[in-house]
């Protein structure tokens, strides 16, 4: 895992990353919004388990969470969530429904304790209230991205994710083509469906997003962004029109796997 940081006074990221070799690194993030009932939002990589937990214990006990926001049942968001409901008897989670019943097939999920979501539902998390906001670009139908009315920000899911030379903290110390390559490099990947899409149809989705007017945008693939959303738009009207992506041959993926196993040299 990487060093947890804080993207505004009320949201902490938990960061790990994935590295894609001669490409650079996919920022994997979970999340923790200090509302008055505190909510963590998603569970990190399964195989940081132990760094995962003490990176959520060293901001706050997981006796005062009192939610836990899964943005969607995909192994990248969703490593620690058995743990992290043992340890957190307090909280709720909320999640897609069809996505909690589709967890229990493989975890006791403790049904009870969910709280399904729809979207434009409202969740009131004390001092504020978060709406349940499909992103626009998503790679699982039970995506349900995070719109918090009091503070404006956008937990985007895996919409405006990027795949990177260097980790940051903050988008804007990406360099723009480093930045749009990147981006253009996760999307493709994600969401090939974007090639398919009615381009009115598609407008209309990006007009909703730009409706909300979001102050920060949180992908849990991207470092933490402060405005910049029309950049944003503009890039996903960019990628109906953009080279769909090949998946790697044997030979390909064979070099790939030669990369990760091969140490690379000290310095
Ligand atoms: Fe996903
Ligand atoms: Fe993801």
């Known amino acids: 895992m990487d060093e947890p940081y804080r993207a505004s006074p009320d949201i902490y990221v938990l960061p790990t990353h994935l590295p894609v070799p001669g490409v650079g690194k996919i920022p994997v993030n979970a999340f923790l919004l200090l509302a008055e009932e505190p909510v963590l939002i998603d569970a990190g990589l399964g195989v940081d388990e132990s760094e995962f937990v003490a990176a959520l214990e060293s901001i706050i006990s997981p006796l ?11 192994a990248d968001h969703l490593g620690n969530i058995q743990k992290v409901m043992d340890l957190a008897p307090n909280a709720r989670l909320a999640t897609h429904g069809l996505g909690a019943l589709r967890m229990s097939t493989w975890w006791p999920v403790p049904l009870k304790r969910v709280h399904a979501l729809t979207l434009d539902d409202r969740l009131h998390v004390g001092d504020r209230t978060l709406r349940a906001v499909r992103p626009p670009v998503f790679d699982n139908p039970t995506s349900t991205g995070i719109y918090d009315e009091s503070t404006g920000a956008l937990f985007s899911v895996d919409a405006f994710g990027g795949i990177l030379p260097e980790l940051t903290q903050d988008a804007a110390e990406v360099p723009d083509e480093d930045l749009i390559q990147g ?16 381009e009115g149809r598609f407008e209309g989705v990006l007009e909703a997003v730009r409706t909300l007017q979001p102050t920060r945008v949180l992908s849990s693939h991207l470092p933490a962004a402060e405005r ?15 080279d769909p992506f ?21 310095g």
């Open 64 to 74: 005062d969470l009192r939610w836990i926001w899964l943005t969607h049942d995909d």
């Open 183 to 198: 981006m253009l490099a996760w999307a493709t990947f994600d969401t090939p469906w974007v090639h398919l899409v009615d």
């Open 228 to 242: 910049g959303i029309e950049g944003f738009l503009s890039f996903l009207r960019s990628l109906r029109d953009a």
């Open 246 to 266: 090949v998946a790697p041959d044997k030979e390909a993926f064979d070099e790939v796997v030669r990369q990760i196993e091969t140490p690379s040299p000290p």
